[in-house]
């Protein structure tokens, strides 16, 4: 079974704190997602890598930045949290394929900022 | 721009009964779709996949369809369970750099006894 695993499930943090979110996959998978969810707007992506210390921007990364120094660990950083960083975060690794690249989830970290 | 339409947004069914979810998208070029149950508070769990050459696709009481021609999807729920209730992602990877996921909004299923 494949298994990627978040650090935590709940933090909570006050502003101007950084804050790091781990992930760790235990299938040599190759590409790894960070998302974040918000009721009513779906899941969002913030950064991705396909590779070691690659990283691409992905459609909202203000904010945050990323780490991938071994295949199987993909970092999240919150330079400075700020309250409207509080929301559900997603780790996803995937093997990149012609066929089956279905992505595989941890189960969430859920981030309060005061 | 890549786009992934879920209808509807919410849906609540009785016990026993059958529902379908609907799924339209935009994404280009296309790899696969996948559905995605996922329970409040919890990460997505994939339910199916499916590629261009596939348009249908079952898994227990779940079945998923998928036209690549006018780019929809439905997921069916047959019988449904107390179980069931939880939100059913569509998602689509397009095919390129990183197989980027396109998300749709999901739609919240909520099963009454």
């Known amino acids: 079974d494949v298994k990627v695993t978040q650090s935590s499930r709940y933090l909570v943090k006050r502003t101007g704190e950084k804050v790091f979110l781990e992930c760790v996959q235990d299938?040599?998978?190759?590409?790894m997602f960070w998302y974040r969810q918000d009721p009513g707007l779906g899941l969002r992506l913030i950064y991705f890598?396909?590779?070691?210390?690659?990283?691409e921007k992905g459609d909202i990364p203000e904010g945050y930045s990323v780490s991938r120094e071994k295949k199987e660990r993909f970092s999240l950083i919150l330079e400075s949290a700020s309250t409207n960083q509080t929301s559900m975060y997603l780790c996803?690794?995937?093997?990149?394929?012609?066929?089956?690249?279905?992505?595989?989830f941890g189960q969430g970290t859920r981030l309060t900022v005061v | 721009k890549n786009q992934v339409e879920q209808s509807p947004q919410s849906l609540i069914i009785l016990e026993g009964k059958n529902c379908t979810l609907q799924?339209?998208?935009?994404?280009?070029?296309?790899?696969?779709l996948r559905w995605y149950k996922q329970d409040t508070g919890r990460g997505p769990v994939s339910l199916t996949i499916?590629?261009?050459?596939?348009n249908t696709k079952s898994n227990g009481r779940y079945t998923a369809t998928l036209d690549a021609d006018t780019k929809q999807s439905s997921l069916h729920i047959t019988a449904s369970q107390l179980s069931d209730s939880a939100s059913y992602i569509c998602v689509v990877s397009a095919r390129a750099a990183g197989n980027k996921l396109t998300f749709g909004g999901g739609t919240r299923v909520l099963v009454k006894p």
């Open positions: 499916m590629t261009f050459s596939e």
């Open positions: 890598s396909y590779d070691v210390k690659m990283k």
């Open positions: 996803a690794s995937q093997n990149p394929g012609l066929r089956n690249t279905e992505a595989f």
């Open positions: 299938m040599d998978h190759e590409n």
């Open positions: 799924c339209n998208y935009t994404v280009s070029p296309f790899s696969n």
